[in-house]
């Protein structure tokens, strides 16, 4: 978002006030794509987060269709940070701006702690609980029945539609070209195929008590389950070889026992990787980081193997 400091903590306050906020309490505390801050309901110490989404990032049908889903996974009883309806019980709200609306919704607070990798024992706990998160969520995505208009397929992407101009890259429209081969030739079918977070890392979830709450499901879309399962794991490709491979095991492992893996192996997550390798890259070059574009690159060049 472009408003200055000032200017975002005044709509900040403005947007938090259709949840009857304690006006003092309202603190800004991310800004990308879109802007995040805390706020209290006036008289309650509970804190809520609010989300302000410009309409030129995301249209309000896209934002009702996230909205519509994270509520049916938190009645299909999942663990995830639902939306807080408003004192007018909407759960969105547009607010008109000189350049266009900004969509204000607000979600609750994901209860536990961040989850921080340390030992080889603890961090396999770590794998275990996302693991069995995501199980739960694509279990019960299988259900899912939108009566809104739905988000999007993972190939309506602006990535997908004009790879040449996002990409631009000759090695990575070579590895485009060869994911997109691999995916071409894998079958989408009710079990491996539905609603997903499509981001899924450290920054996304808690941790209380051995289970995972999962939030900011900004990124969900229809797409392969196993991608999720791959983002999850994108930070090991750091790993040495015979960790990386018994970390994704790990991993499996315990989604194997929320849900069927459907025939996903450690090579398909490992093309999948390679997808979201490719979106970080995208995503880098729409924010000109030319440091990550260039990290990036190499890891491309030298896909990683997983098994």
């Known amino acids: 978002m472009s408003e200055s400091p000032q200017d975002l903590l005044k709509l900040a306050a403005h947007a938090a006030s259709f949840w009857n906020a304690d006006p003092y309490s309202v603190r800004v505390i991310h800004i ?26 995301r249209t309000r049908q896209a934002i009702e269709a996230e909205l519509e889903f994270v509520t049916f996974l938190k009645s299909s009883r999942c663990d995830v940070a639902g939306p807080t309806p408003s004192m ?6 547009a607010i008109p701006l000189s350049d266009g609306e900004v969509y204000a919704v607000a979600f609750e607070q994901a209860r536990g702690e961040p989850q921080q990798w340390g030992t080889d024992e603890h961090n396999r706990g770590i ?29 309506e992407d602006d990535l997908f539609r004009n790879p040449r101009q996002v990409l631009g890259n000759d090695d990575v429209m070579s590895e485009y070209e060869a994911v997109m081969r691999w995916l071409s030739s894998r079958p989408s079918t009710a079990e491996n195929y539905g609603m997903i977070h499509g981001d899924l890392n450290t920054s996304n979830c808690r941790e209380q008590k051995g289970r995972v709450i999962v939030f900011d499901f900004d990124d969900c879309c229809y797409h392969w389950f196993a991608f999720d399962l791959a983002v999850a794991m994108w930070a090991g490709r750091e790993l040495s070889d015979s960790l990386r491979a018994s970390y994704l095991q790990c991993l499996l492992a ?49 896909p990683i193997k997983w098994c």
């Open 127 to 155: 794998l275990r609980s996302r693991g069995a998160a995501l199980g739960r969520i694509h279990r019960a995505a299988k259900s899912f029945r939108p009566e809104k208009q739905p988000r999007i397929h993972w190939r």
């Open 88 to 93: 007018k019980r909407e759960l969105l709200h």
């Open 254 to 302: 315990a989604y194997s026992t929320e849900n069927s893996l459907a025939g996903d192996s450690c090579e398909e997550i490992g093309w999948f990787v390679r997808l979201a390798t490719i979106y970080r890259y995208a995503n880098a070059v729409r924010f000109g980081d030319q440091q990550q574009m260039g990290e990036l690159v190499g890891q491309i060049r030298s």
């Open 32 to 57: 990308a794509q879109h802007a995040t801050a805390t706020f209290r309901p006036d008289m309650t110490a509970k804190t809520c987060y609010l989300r302000l989404s410009p309409q030129a990032y």
